[in-house]
């Protein structure tokens, strides 16, 4: 066993030993236990190379599933790292997980960035980084993120592919034609560069050999002949049929993460008759005079579902800047419309949503949300 190898094994003895890494974090459920890493790197680790995925979102977990499922035979470990655990985040990480070699649920309830959970979660990262067998690809969507460097700066000849991130691959204000992570404090930025060296959001952009994108006939911001794109369906409506839509109307409502919404949600709830809300996966608050949609799937799995129970019902989805409406408008029976409110500016910062949407023949629907 050479040295490298030795200062490992004291390092991660350290790590369990007295906890330093699971001080904030009581509720992963030892699904960031690194043992068996341990034993990959002291004892296999001329074996068969892994392919990493990275993941933040439940979309970006589907899309992972689809490109595992593209290299039968081969190892994957998935990382996903999320400020949200519910029942859909456990759903879709266990169906994940039943799929690849390893996987892994960072829980950071209060964010990578306070500073009383960044260093401590950077250098876990880093550690866990150097464990690991050879990585051969190493695949991600948030281009942004700090924490994904650890892992590229410690294999930096590992081929890179990129996937997408909802409407932020669609719009050029995009976070992913960014320079430099945003890492807050000159304490947190200088632990940063130590553990991720010189690489940055350009880097990771520049480095992607592949990009995998979900939406067809959309110009793609990785989309800039550096690269090969590849287009990868997510949701298969294939086998569905469009019915007579006789069976009545079901109206919903896509909810959104920002408390800031829950107001003027509920005004375009009552405004267009709106029956059901189907919360945000990170969504924490309740709309009045709507009923919520409680189910561990995502709306387009739902939907799916439920063309399947009633072929004949009509459903109508609304939107202010979900990019779900772009995965469902070609759904069978579904009917999509964003919503506009009245009082936005011209200048307002959703105007390139409202663009995209305009371009992918998605009807917008002005609404009075004053009154």
């Known amino acids: 066993m050479g040295l490298k190898k030795v200062c490992l094994t004291v390092l991660c003895l350290i790590v369990f030993c007295f906890g330093i890494f699971y001080t904030f974090d009581r509720v992963n459920q030892g699904e960031r236990n690194a043992v068996s890493l341990l034993k990959d790197k002291l004892f296999n680790e001329e074996g068969k190379p892994v392919n990493l995925i990275f993941c933040y979102t439940i979309l970006q977990m589907k899309v992972a599933e689809r490109i595992m499922a593209q290299h039968p035979g081969e190892r994957f470990y998935v990382v996903l790292m999320s400020e949200n655990r519910n ?3 456990d759903y879709y990480f266990n169906q994940i997980k039943d799929k690849a070699e390893r996987a892994y649920f960072f829980y950071l309830p209060y964010g990578l960035n306070k500073s009383f959970n960044f260093i401590p979660t950077m250098a876990e990262l880093k550690v866990k980084s150097m464990l690991l067998p050879k990585v051969k690809r190493i695949y991600l969507a948030s281009l942004e993120k700090v924490s994904i460097a650890a892992f590229l700066s410690t294999y930096p000849d590992a081929e890179i592919k990129t996937f997408d991130d909802g409407t932020n691959n669609l719009i050029r204000e995009s976070s992913y034609l960014g ?3 945003a890492v807050n404090g000159a304490i947190k930025r200088n632990f940063a560069r130590m553990m991720v060296g010189d690489w940055s959001i350009a880097k ?6 592949e990009h995998y994108t979900i939406f067809k006939g959309l110009k793609n911001i990785m989309d800039d002949g550096r690269r090969k794109m590849t287009y990868l369906p997510l949701f298969d409506a294939s086998e569905l049929k469009a019915g007579d839509e006789t069976g009545g109307t079901v109206r919903i409502l896509l909810g959104s993460p920002d408390k800031e919404m829950k107001e003027i949600s509920e005004k375009a709830a009552k405004n267009f008759n709106i029956q059901y809300v189907a919360p945000h996966p990170r969504q924490t608050y309740g709309l009045s005079g709507v009923t919520a949609l409680n189910s561990p799937y995502v709306i387009e ?7 399947k129970k009633n072929p004949h019902t009509r459903y109508e989805i609304y939107t202010f800047f979900s990019g779900a409406a772009l ?7 579904v009917h999509v419309y964003a919503l506009k409110p009245a009082s936005l500016p011209e200048d307002y910062w959703l105007k390139p949503v409202y663009a995209l949407f305009r371009q992918a023949d998605i009807p917008i629907l002005t609404f009075d949300d004053k009154n």
């Open 327 to 333: 995965t469902m408008k070609d759904f069978p029976n």
């Open 179 to 181: 320079g430099e992570f």
């Open 301 to 307: 799995d739902y939907i799916l579902r439920e063309i």
């Open 204 to 209: 990771t952009r520049n480095a992607s050999d």
């Open 87 to 89: 029942e859909k985040y």
